[in-house]
């Protein structure tokens, strides 16, 4: 089977085998492989994003009894073979600018015998996303997975997406979404945005909320059903829903957080901001709902492992109700004593009655429905003394 003219290597992840290019020949000076160096994009690393993405394809499969993805953004082509083997996608469109990609993409769809179920297209994303000839008709899943923003994606990928269906965004520019670039953020999401200690949860926020303001232009309705932060980007899958009743409701989910330096955080629903604001940092429009839906529940329950425990996780999360989270080192600094083990302080808060969890993106950040004066008692009380 001819192949790539550069020196490749056939690995395996998930079901599914594939040929990439060789990672020995592009690591950095420390040793360690840089994918953006390599002719086409295959980051190891995003396993994990992967297999989330999988795991929810085989949920709405099982939802629709039926799976067709469209992979705007495909790189190696790993993404949609993972579809097709391991969600029982039905028909896959995996897309990329690049020629080398595409040929790529063309030589793992053999290597997997995949070619009845697995389609290539050499063309420009938005190009194909705004043309029904171009993709061939709507999809059950729209999956953007490009080199930092989506949002240049996002109206074309709603677009290109069926009622009921998902589509799901990977934003890996987390120095816009997490407020250490404000401007940035200003540009990309239209959002106000600065550093605060759940500044991940903000980010997987500002996004949702970014994300449900640019399809109710076209009175589609986008709802979570998992998202998260993780290593080093945010992940949104959503459900598209049609209907200027749906938009309203998923418009009210909308609203800001006043953070003051003492950490009492003030949650204003509503969007835009009323006339009236508390003082503090401004932080939004946020999405102030929950994060996952009934698809990661079932997703959790059909595959094992770390993305079941992680999908329970995020679920548990969802069920404290509250769109932020205590830092505990910044709690204890702000009470000028020793931090405390955030394991402890869960216990400790559980134990009065609350509810309490880590936060996925930070082991160190306490989720809790307890008021902000009881959180800062059991930090003082667990504090160990010098
Ligand atoms: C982050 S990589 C994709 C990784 C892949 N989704 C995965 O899961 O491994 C982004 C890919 O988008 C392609 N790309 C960048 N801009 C594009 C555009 N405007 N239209 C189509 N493809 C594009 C690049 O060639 C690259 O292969």
Redesign the pocket.
């Known amino acids: 089977m001819s192949g790539p003219d550069y020196p490749i290597e056939i690995i395996e992840e998930g079901k599914v085998k594939l040929a990439v290019p060789r990672m020995s020949d592009y690591l950095r000076p420390d040793g360690v492989y840089e994918p953006a160096h390599a002719p086409?994009?295959?980051?190891p690393k995003?396993k994990f994003?992967?297999d989330v993405a999988v795991a929810m394809g085989a949920a709405l499969k099982e939802r629709l009894g039926r799976l067709e993805v469209l992979?705007?953004?495909?790189?190696?082509g790993?993404?949609s073979l993972r579809y097709a083997v391991e969600a029982g996608a039905d028909k896959v469109l995996a897309?990329?600018?690049?020629p080398k990609?595409v040929e790529l993409i063309k030589y793992n769809i053999r290597l997997n015998k995949l070619e009845d179920k697995v389609k290539v297209l050499l063309?420009?994303?938005?190009a194909v996303l705004h043309s029904r000839e171009l993709r061939g008709g709507y999809y059950d899943l729209v999956?953007v997975?490009?080199?930092g923003s989506p949002m240049p994606f996002a109206d074309g990928a709603i677009r290109a997406a069926r009622r009921r269906g998902l589509v799901a965004f990977t934003a890996t520019d987390t120095a816009p979404l997490t407020g250490a670039r404000p401007q940035s953020a200003l540009r990309k999401y239209g959002a106000s945005v600065r550093r605060t200690p759940f500044s991940k949860e903000v980010a997987i926020r500002v996004l949702i909320a970014a994300l449900v303001r640019v399809a109710a232009v076209r009175e589609v309705a986008l709802k979570p059903e998992a998202a998260f932060f993780k290593d080093y980007y945010v992940r949104a899958h959503l459900t598209v829903e049609r209907g200027a009743r749906r938009v309203e409701e998923a418009l009210s989910q909308l609203g800001y957080l006043f953070y003051r330096p003492d950490y009492s955080v003030e949650v204003v629903r509503g969007y835009p901001l009323p006339e009236r604001v508390p003082e503090g940092t401004a932080l939004g429009p946020l999405w102030l709902g929950p994060l996952t839906g009934p698809l990661a529940k079932r997703a959790a329950e059909l595959v094992g492992g770390e993305v079941k425990r992680f999908l329970e996780h995020l679920i548990e999360e969802d069920s404290v109700g509250v769109p932020y989270s205590y830092k505990v080192e910044r709690v204890a600094s702000i009470l000028k004593v020793n931090m405390p083990s955030p394991k402890l302080v869960v216990e400790e808060l559980r134990a009065a009655g609350y509810k309490a969890l880590l936060a996925h993106y930070d082991h160190t950040s306490v989720k809790t429905d307890a008021p902000a004066e009881e959180v800062f008692k059991v930090v003082k009380k667990l504090s160990p003394r010098p």
């Open positions: 086409v994009f295959y980051n995003a994003n992967r992979e705007p953004l495909a790189g190696s790993v993404r897309v990329d600018a690049d990609a063309a420009e994303a938005n999956d997975d490009p080199f």
